[in-house]
């Protein structure tokens, strides 16, 4: 294939080339003329199987012929000549190794990390090591650093580097991983090249040598007489003494071309001396060289005021070149959608290419509006699918104590209960929900649920198979990392099946299930080098294994819309490109955090720099740039904050706005052009005039008065004054506000809480109780109450620390109020009848005090504020109230009692005591009050207005405010009435 030379073989195709087809075409031009077998004997060694795939595919498409070898880097360790070569260990099994050595580390120096970072720090040695690996740096090098500046945080990373000096050397016992076998492949192929060179041709396509065995094998390939190295994405218009410049890596290695240059001087070769591969032309060579310029490494960036002023044709360069700002990232996925909706019609090739999952998973649901699904290279993260949200569930609630949330979050997921009769499964999760999750059930154990199943046949049987998974998740303790593999498996497949034992239900099913058990056999398979470990140790490990897994959608692609990831920039022919999420962070991605070495001792050690990844990115970037259109897109804010746009974005509008009016105007034709796709995408979204509708009025329905309720609570009684609506949607429409699921410890469910620990502390209260001992049993009720009815610890102690700083005032006024007192009782239901026609009042005292001289006094505990006196006056009369069903007799044993006295304790920040002067006056203009209202509303033309007392409407919220489309009116208008029911 290619003439005898003293000089390395290196070949390259510029950015936006069709590198694929670019290599076949090269292939078939210099082998014109020779035997078919010819094309058979070449070797092509390519970086990616997607490079593969599209390599083959492209052979397909003719004409006939036989194909090379085509192989990945990676399968030179497969080859017979190296079976003596130990095989590598899996990367999970080293880093499980690594885990139980740092775990062992930290028994003896607790001080060098918290025990909950072992697993990152695990997972990030194991990087380290395959650096190292890769690089040739032996473990010496790394003890040998001058490290006179920090050496106090030298000395805590050497423990931790110290435990990996046993994988490294042959003497050592320990099985090489992957890294090192394949350098320790290539070394030994690169040396047998050099006693006894291939006769036929070996190139290496489409690495950029970024890794330094890959480097290595490129170099070998080179200087064979019949090997050849073709670059993909090679800047032919960057000036020698540019290049001559990026000889540092320090300042040159977040460069596209930092790579190309490091491997030419490795090779003993010139920028001058790279030629093409085939004559094919980029699609924009204007463009291409315009880019160039733009990301010309820092140091020479002063030759854009010298090179930026004479560049010619930035119109040509830029006119199929577009750049949207969107304002937020659900705009720019819109905007991204609606292009390749365009695309698919016009049936052109388009590919979105970005770093950012959760973009993607935007433009996929946006796409999905026109049943159009893309063919996305990443898959969906298992984690995401039906199978990894169960085993990530199940091994996240391993070892606590399960919540009512918890528990709903297992019963309702798609794949629990699959193994049949999943739709009475449904209906008693519903059941149990509804009447026990969302009320009084929030840790749900064997005694609740048998206690709510009662002798229900059907719930019997039912909670028979879901107590004891509940009880088994409840189990903790250390155990060995098989054992909490097994016990996630077996918990999942239990839920899965249901009670048909012996099954998994649809767990394993479909190609996210069998994922899913590739991942947890693996994890078995070496789960006896992960030692012992918590729950919550186990969990962390076992969501960084799902994490690994992707599932691709089983789904046929719709053709020719495509996601990628960047570096599948390089395998190209796509018509059109979109260059997505060029923000800062996100593309380029922030790199990692290193806790071992600062980018200086790096250098020294011969290790890669944290830019490297920042360089191959800007790499992808410059080659996805090159297509024959493309579509920059960044959002302007993301969720929290205003973005940074990415610093290769920044050059490029940088040099335009400065290099001419031309570049400035070209600048603010790209822009017109990306937001003429925002414009399109928010129309789209806009509703149109067909679907608008006139606001709803403020409603007041007037129902049959016989259909109107006869009896209401003391509290509703206050509701029918100031929101009559949500009297007629709870007595007459019979609807419920069904209680949040996700219960917050908000003011409701604190004074719930609290109304329930004062209530028992009254009731065991014996007499002559000594104050101490009042106190702490005070304390010792409401923790007891808090534990059983707020499953947040953090909250529980707060509102205890609360409660005590209140308790001695409440116990002073509680002395007084017992000497005044013969008995006292808590929660004493009562009712009464009033006016014509009848009508009931009833309810619950907080509490009702017989005093030494025969009358009463009834209290009600307030966490939040007393009632003002202008509230009293106008809805809220539930203390006077009680006063007049304790004047007929209404709470049962008492009889008829006169009211001495009503008053608010209050139980807030502060402890209050807010009486009511009451006398008969008073209740007999109560009793008035209440028989003019009761009256009024049993005529049909009072209509039930929605929120007719309002005093301030920031504060008030009614539970059927949506229902009476509040909002789409104010207090302001006026109710209308509308006759309803018949």
Do not use: C
Not at 875 to 888: F, G, I, S, T
Request: proline content about 8%; overall charge negative; cysteine-free.
């Amino acid at each position: 294939m290619f003439e005898t030379s003293e000089r390395p073989r290196v070949f390259a195709q510029a950015p936006g080339v069709d590198f694929p087809n670019a290599v076949i075409e090269g292939l078939r031009a210099r082998l014109n003329g020779q035997p078919p077998e010819a094309m058979a004997r070449v070797t092509l060694f390519v970086n990616t199987m997607r490079m593969k795939r599209r390599l083959i595919e492209l052979f397909d498409q003719g004409p006939p012929a036989l194909l090379p070898r085509i192989r990945l880097v990676t399968d030179l360790g497969q080859d017979v000549a190296m079976a003596d070569l130990p095989p590598a260990v899996s990367p999970l099994r080293r880093r499980l190794e690594l885990a139980s050595l740092i775990s062992e580390l930290l028994d003896s120096q607790p001080d060098l990390a918290p025990r909950h970072a072992i697993f990152p720090l695990a997972d990030s040695l194991a990087n380290l090591m395959d650096e190292m690996h890769g690089e040739g740096v032996p473990p010496d090098a790394l003890e040998d650093l001058d490290v006179s500046q920090h050496s106090a945080y030298w000395a805590r990373s050497l423990a931790f580097i110290r435990l990996i000096a046993r994988f490294f050397g042959t003497a050592g016992a320990e099985p090489p991983d992957l890294e090192a076998r394949q350098r320790k492949v290539i070394e030994r192929v690169t040396a047998n090249w050099v006693e006894r060179p291939p006769a036929d041709p070996i190139l290496v396509a489409g690495s950029t040598g970024s890794r330094g065995a890959t480097a290595m094998l490129m170099e070998a390939v080179a200087r064979l007489p019949q090997g050849a190295v073709i670059m993909p994405g090679f800047d032919a218009h960057m000036p020698a003494h540019v290049w001559e410049k990026m000889d540092d890596a320090l300042t040159a290695e977040d460069h596209p071309q930092f790579r190309f240059r490091r491997l030419l001087s490795s090779l003993g070769l010139s920028p001058g001396d790279v030629g093409d591969w085939h004559a094919q032309d980029a699609p924009n060579p204007r463009r291409n060289a315009f880019v160039s310029l733009a990301l010309r490494p820092a140091p020479v960036t002063d030759q854009w005021q010298d090179e930026g002023p004479g560049f010619a044709d930035i119109d040509a360069a830029t006119r199929e070149l577009s750049l949207i700002e969107a304002p937020s990232p659900r705009e720019e996925a819109s905007a991204i959608a609606m292009i390749l909706r365009d695309a698919a019609q016009r049936g052109r090739e388009a590919a979105l290419i970005t770093p950012d999952r959760v973009l993607t998973r935007q433009v996929t649901a946006a796409l999905d509006r026109w049943r159009i699904t893309p063919d996305d290279s990443a898959g969906r993260p298992l984690p995401l699918t039906a199978p990894g949200r169960l085993l990530r569930h199940v091994a996240e609630m391993r070892g606590r104590r399960i919540t009512g949330v918890d528990l709903l979050t297992l019963l309702k997921h798609p794949l629990t209960h699959t193994g049949g009769e999943r739709n009475e499964h449904l209906r008693l999760s519903r059941d149990l929900e509804l009447q026990a999750l969302r009320r009084d059930m929030p840790f749900p154990d064997k005694a609740s649920l048998a206690l709510w199943a009662g002798e229900k046949p059907d719930r019997v049987e039912w909670v028979e198979w879901l107590a004891p998974l509940v009880a088994d998740l409840s189990e903790t303790g250390t155990q060995s990392l098989t054992a909490h593999v097994e016990q996630v498996v077996s918990l999942a497949e239990r839920l899965s099946a249901g009670p048909d034992d012996g099954k998994s239900g649809e767990l394993w099913d479909r190609e996210a299930g069998r994922e899913a058990r590739r991942l947890v056999d693996e994890l078995l398979r070496e789960a006896p080098f992960g030692g012992e470990m918590t729950p919550s140790d186990f969990h962390d490990l076992f969501a960084a294994v799902l994490n690994r897994g992707s599932v691709r959608n089983p789904d046929t692609p719709y053709p020719g819309i495509k996601i990628w990831g960047t570096l599948e920039a390089r395998v190209g022919g796509a018509d059109l490109v979109i260059l997505a999420g060029l923000n800062e962070g996100t593309w380029p991605e922030r790199p990692a955090p290193d806790p071992w070495m600062n980018r200086d001792m790096r250098q020294k050690a011969g290790l890669l720099l944290p830019e490297r990844r920042i360089g191959l990115s800007a790499h992808d970037f410059q080659q996805g740039l090159g297509a024959p259109e493309v579509v920059l897109t960044r959002s302007l804010r993301d969720d929290e904050a205003e973005t940074v746009p990415s610093r290769w974005i920044n050059r490029l509008m940088n040099l335009m706005n400065g290099m001419s009016d031309a570049g400035a105007d070209a600048l603010k034709a790209m822009r017109s052009r990306g937001d003429a796709w925002l414009t399109l995408a928010r129309e789209l979204d806009r509703p149109g005039r067909d679907h608008k509708t006139d606001p709803a009025p403020r409603p007041s329905p007037r129902p049959p008065v016989e259909h109107r309720p006869k009896r209401l609570s003391f509290t509703q009684i206050g509701t029918l004054i100031r929101d009559p609506y949500a009297i007629y949607a709870d007595k007459i429409l019979r609807l419920r506000g069904i209680d949040p699921l996700h219960q917050s410890p908000d003011a409701p469910l604190r004074g719930t809480a609290v109304h329930a620990a004062f209530e028992r502390f009254i009731r065991e209260r014996p007499k002559d109780e000594a104050r101490s001992d009042a106190r702490a049993r005070l304390l010792s009720v409401a923790r007891e109450v808090f534990e059983a009815q707020a499953p947040w610890p953090a909250t529980r102690l707060l509102w205890l620390a609360k409660l005590e700083r209140i308790a001695d005032d409440f116990l002073n006024d509680e002395d007084e109020r017992q000497r005044d007192a013969t008995n006292a009782l808590t929660e004493i239901r009562g009712e009464a009848t009033f006016g014509t026609p009848p009508f009931t009042v009833h309810g619950t005292a907080d509490r009702i005090d017989v005093l030494n001289f025969g009358q009463v006094a009834i209290y009600d505990y307030k966490t939040g504020q007393p009632p003002s006196e202008k509230q009293q006056k106008a809805y809220d009369k539930q203390l006077l109230l009680e006063a007049l069903v304790a004047r007929k007799g209404g709470f049962g044993d008492l009889g008829r009692m006169k009211t001495a006295r009503v008053a608010y304790i209050g139980l807030g920040a502060k402890s209050k005591y807010v009486p009511i002067d009451v006398d008969e006056t008073l209740l007999a203009r109560t009793q008035a009050e209440l028989e003019s209202v009761l009256a009024d509303f049993a005529n049909r033309e009072r209509g039930y207005t929605s929120r007719r007392v309002v005093l301030s409407a920031n504060r008030f919220g009614g539970d059927f405010d949506h229902l009476a489309r509040y909002g789409e009116w104010d207090h302001t208008a006026e109710p209308k009435g509308e006759e309803v029911g018949g």
